[in-house]
């Protein structure tokens, strides 16, 4: 890691810089995936499966019979996990439910809000060296939960045409039923346009690499929703004098093994303790299977030693980290202080991970410093909120002369018309 001691404040915007990627010719080539999908349909996601994925896919849709087989071939330890986890982030997503409430702003003026399902929504879940199960639950049950009608999952199939057989016992498990066999660009654009296979939805979820980010952006100025702006995963961890550095440098690794481009920050107040969980870095890596990927997003990362907990604070609001670890003493009391991170891990014995997969709480969470003006994923996601009023006649005499008169007002006497004629008649 990069170790700055007791830097000026005017030098952390240095230290917070997150890689910049040119996307003008990336949004050349996503662009031109997008398109033939949006024209060809089915023949274009299967001939760019082919290509990308080196996998020749006659039927798109998973079967009945592949679903019993992917829950045959897991071990029955990782299924109680991952139903344990389900149960976890039900519980906790369930409680998020908004109760109607109907509220009387003035006598027969009643006004209330109610939460309203997405229609229709499509999750994406990457394949590859890291099948994402765990982020099928973290989408998938809070979209059961919103009352979605249609739930549509991509993920990208191996070279032998199958999906990785905890993707598709999770997606059964979180009741979804319409899984396809199509990841990367393709996917993002089947699910955005529809083809013969896969139909159109109206909200798209869940992360990828630069090229299903690049996707997600395209078709969002096209007029499907996303989720969240995404960028490389990110942790923050601050720790003091009352921290484990073996727990420091694993909750580092641990966001340094998702990718080469993982944004890792550690601060802390004493040198001393940065240099030895530094140390531990490098003990730990020699026996991480990814520590190769670990090791170049370690290359890239910052250890900063500050004075205070107050600089830490205006650092960790500054930065507004995805994840942000906060191993210290009276870590509760300091959390009091943050305002900017998706997610929050507080003590000695919260690690990330608890959070990645079966706390209970969602893992996809604004990466890039948008944790400054967007939420995580939550229930909230899946829903979209439609506003109510109901006046009766004596509610319309008592707030009808304030409408005519700023309407009156904006020159917009069509408004104050309208108010008018109810007003000017002698029934109710």
Not at 238 to 262: I, M, R
Not at 342 to 369: I, K
């Amino acid at each position: 890691m990069n170790l700055y001691v007791l830097p000026e404040k005017s030098d952390w915007i240095a230290l917070m810089r997150r890689p910049a990627m040119d996307t003008t010719s990336l949004e050349t080539v996503v662009g031109s995936i997008l398109q033939a999908v949006k024209d060809e349909g089915d023949a274009a996601v299967k001939r760019y499966t082919q290509q990308f994925d080196q996998a020749e896919i006659e039927v798109l849709a998973v079967s009945e019979p592949e679903f019993f087989a992917a829950e045959q071939a897991l071990e029955e330890n990782l299924k109680a996990a991952i139903r344990l986890a389900k149960d976890n982030i039900e519980r906790f997503h369930s409680r998020q439910h908004d109760v109607v409430e109907v509220i009387e702003t003035m006598p027969g003026v009643r006004c209330w809000r109610k939460s309203v399902p997405i229609e229709k929504v499509g999750l994406y879940i990457p394949g590859g060296t890291a099948p994402l199960f765990s982020t099928v639950l973290m989408l998938g049950i809070p979209a059961a939960l919103a009352g979605c009608n249609e739930v549509v999952l991509c993920s990208p199939p191996r070279a032998d045409g199958s999906i990785h057989p905890a993707i598709l016992f999770a997606a059964r498990l979180a009741g979804i039923r319409s899984v396809f066999k199509v990841g990367g660009v393709q996917a993002i654009g089947a699910m955005a346009y529809g083809t013969e296979s896969i139909p159109a939805v109206y909200k798209i979820f869940g992360p990828g690499n630069q090229y299903v980010t690049c996707a997600k952006q395209l078709v969002q100025r096209r007029g499907v929703s996303i989720d969240m702006p995404a960028g490389p995963s990110e942790v923050l961890v601050c720790a003091d004098h009352t921290a484990n550095p073996e727990f420091v440098a694993a909750d580092l690794l641990s966001q340094a093994e998702h990718g080469a481009d993982s944004q890792v920050v550690f601060l802390a107040f004493e040198e001393t303790f940065v240099q030895q969980v530094l140390a531990t870095i490098e003990r730990q890596l020699e026996v991480l299977p990814r520590r190769d990927i670990a090791r170049a997003a370690m290359a890239n990362s910052v250890a900063a030693v500050l004075k205070t907990r107050s600089d830490a604070t205006d650092f960790i609001n500054a930065y507004a980290p995805e994840h942000l670890i906060l191993s210290v003493e009276d870590a509760a009391a300091f959390s009091a202080g943050i305002i900017n991170a998706g997610s929050v891990f507080l003590g000695h014995y919260t690690p990330e991970s608890a959070g990645d997969y079966a706390s209970g709480t969602n893992h996809t969470l604004p990466t890039n410093g948008f944790a400054r003006t967007y939420s995580g994923v939550s229930l909230d996601s899946f829903v979209k909120k439609i506003t109510f009023q109901e006046i009766t006649r004596e509610g319309l005499e008592l707030l009808g002369p304030a409408v005519m008169c700023m309407a009156t007002a904006e020159d917009l006497v069509g408004h104050s018309r309208a108010v008018e004629v109810r007003l000017g008649h002698t029934t109710p």
